[in-house]
C-alpha cells in the first residue's frame, strides 16, 4: 500500500532540491505534515544522511541560503539532505513573529526531526542507519533533545550522530542519556545562546562522544554571511569566516569518524 510519505517520484530522478510532504507521525499533532527540500548525490545509493533544522528564523532568506550551503556541503561528501520546514506549515514565519496563541516548542521540533527520520528510512537510496540530525540554534537545541530521548513517534528510530550549531545548552544538554555521538560549534562571544553551558561538568561521563567547539570571537549564527548588527534581543551577531571554514573541517572529522559517506 502507498505510504504518506513516500518521496515523489521527482525526488528519486533529481539532483536537486526537490519539495517533499513529511507526515508527522506518533503523538497527536498540530498540523499533519511538514515541508522538506530533498537532494540527493549523483548514483543510486544507499546514502548516508542529514536532516537540516532551522532556527528561529525559519526558512527566511537568510536563513535558507545558510542551510543550502549546508546542504551543498553535504551532498559532496556524498549525503543525502533533506531541510525541514516546522514553521510554514504552521503558520510561523520566525519566534518573533509568531501568534502569541501559538507555540512551537522543541518537544514539536523533536518529533518532526524522528518524522523525518522515518520518511528518510522508507527511501530506497538512504541507508537508514546512517542518518545524521543538524540543527542551528533553536534547530540545534532540538538537536540536544532528540539525542536524549527515545523516538516519540512510535517508529524506533535512531539518528547515528548529531551536529548542533550555537545551541542552548543551558536547558537541554542531557549527556547522561545522549544516545549518539555529538557536536556542538558555537562562538564564545554568543550572547544568545551562551557556549560556557556547553562545557560538561568534569563528573559527567557520557554514553557517546561528546565534541565541543568553542571559536574565539565568534558570534551566535557565525555562519550567516551577512552584514554584522544587533538582532535578537539585541545581541550583536557577525560572519566570522575563519568559524565558518573551520566548523566544515570539523564536521568532515567527526562525520568521517562516526558516520562516513562510505560503509565500512
Given at each position: 500500500?502507498?505510504?504518506?510519505?513516500?518521496?515523489?517520484?521527482?525526488?528519486?530522478?533529481?539532483?536537486t532540491a526537490c519539495s517533499v510532504p513529511i507526515q508527522l507521525l506518533g503523538q497527536a499533532n498540530d498540523v499533519a505534515s511538514i515541508r522538506g527540500s530533498l537532494a540527493k548525490p549523483d548514483g543510486p545509493g544507499p546514502f548516508p544522511a542529514v536532516i537540516l533544522m532551522h532556527g528561529c528564523d525559519g526558512l527566511?532568506?537568510?536563513?535558507?541560503?545558510?542551510?543550502?550551503?549546508?546542504?551543498?556541503?553535504?551532498?559532496?561528501?556524498?549525503?543525502?539532505?533533506?531541510?525541514?520546514?516546522?514553521?510554514?506549515?504552521?503558520?510561523?514565519?520566525?519566534?518573533?513573529?509568531?501568534?502569541?496563541?501559538?507555540?512551537?516548542?522543541?518537544?514539536?521540533?523533536?518529533?518532526?526531526?524522528?518524522?523525518?527520520?522515518?520518511?528518510?528510512?522508507?527511501?530506497?537510496?538512504?541507508?537508514?542507519?546512517?542518518?545524521?540530525?543538524?540543527?542551528?540554534?533553536?534547530?540545534?537545541?532540538?538537536?540536544?533533545?532528540?539525542?536524549?530521548?527515545?523516538?516519540?513517534?512510535?517508529?524506533?528510530?535512531?539518528?547515528?550522530?548529531?551536529?548542533?550549531?550555537?545551541?542552548?545548552?543551558?536547558?537541554?544538554?542531557?549527556?547522561?542519556?545522549?544516545?549518539?555521538?555529538?557536536?556542538?560549534?558555537?562562538?564564545?562571544?554568543?550572547?544568545?545562546?551562551?557556549?560556557?553551558?556547553?562545557?560538561?561538568?568534569?563528573?559527567?561521563?557520557?554514553?557517546?562522544?561528546?565534541?565541543?567547539?568553542?571559536?574565539?570571537?565568534?558570534?551566535?549564527?557565525?555562519?550567516?554571511?551577512?552584514?554584522?548588527?544587533?538582532?535578537?534581543?539585541?545581541?550583536?551577531?557577525?560572519?566570522?569566516?575563519?568559524?565558518?571554514?573551520?566548523?566544515?573541517?570539523?564536521?568532515?572529522?567527526?562525520?568521517?569518524?562516526?558516520?562516513?559517506?562510505?560503509?565500512?
Amino acid at each position: 500500500m502507498h505510504k504518506a510519505w513516500t518521496v515523489p517520484l521527482c525526488a528519486l530522478l533529481c539532483l536537486t532540491a526537490c519539495s517533499v510532504p513529511i507526515q508527522l507521525l506518533g503523538q497527536a499533532n498540530d498540523v499533519a505534515s511538514i515541508r522538506g527540500s530533498l537532494a540527493k548525490p549523483d548514483g543510486p545509493g544507499p546514502f548516508p544522511a542529514v536532516i537540516l533544522m532551522h532556527g528561529c528564523d525559519g526558512l527566511s532568506p537568510m536563513s535558507l541560503r545558510r542551510a543550502q550551503h549546508w546542504a551543498h556541503f553535504y551532498r559532496r561528501l556524498g549525503y543525502v539532505t533533506l531541510i525541514t520546514d516546522s514553521f510554514t506549515p504552521r503558520g510561523w514565519y520566525g519566534c518573533r513573529n509568531r501568534d502569541p496563541k501559538s507555540r512551537i516548542t522543541v518537544t514539536h521540533r523533536v518529533v518532526d526531526a524522528y518524522s523525518a527520520l522515518a520518511f528518510l528510512a522508507a527511501q530506497p537510496f538512504v541507508d537508514k542507519d546512517r542518518v545524521v540530525l543538524e540543527g542551528m540554534s533553536h534547530g540545534g537545541t532540538s538537536v540536544l533533545n532528540a539525542l536524549a530521548v527515545d523516538d516519540p513517534t512510535g517508529q524506533h528510530g535512531k539518528f547515528a550522530a548529531g551536529i548542533a550549531f550555537y545551541p542552548r545548552c543551558v536547558y537541554f544538554l542531557d549527556l547522561v542519556n545522549l544516545q549518539a555521538p555529538l557536536l556542538v560549534l558555537v562562538g564564545d562571544q554568543d550572547g544568545t545562546t551562551p557556549a560556557e553551558p556547553c562545557h560538561p561538568p568534569a563528573h559527567v561521563q557520557a554514553p557517546f562522544e561528546y565534541r565541543l567547539k568553542v571559536y574565539a570571537g565568534a558570534t551566535h549564527a557565525y555562519d550567516v554571511d551577512s552584514p554584522g548588527g544587533r538582532y535578537f534581543q539585541g545581541d550583536y551577531r557577525e560572519f566570522h569566516p575563519q568559524a565558518t571554514a573551520d566548523s566544515a573541517t570539523q564536521i568532515q572529522q567527526f562525520l568521517a569518524t562516526h558516520v562516513p559517506a562510505a560503509s565500512r
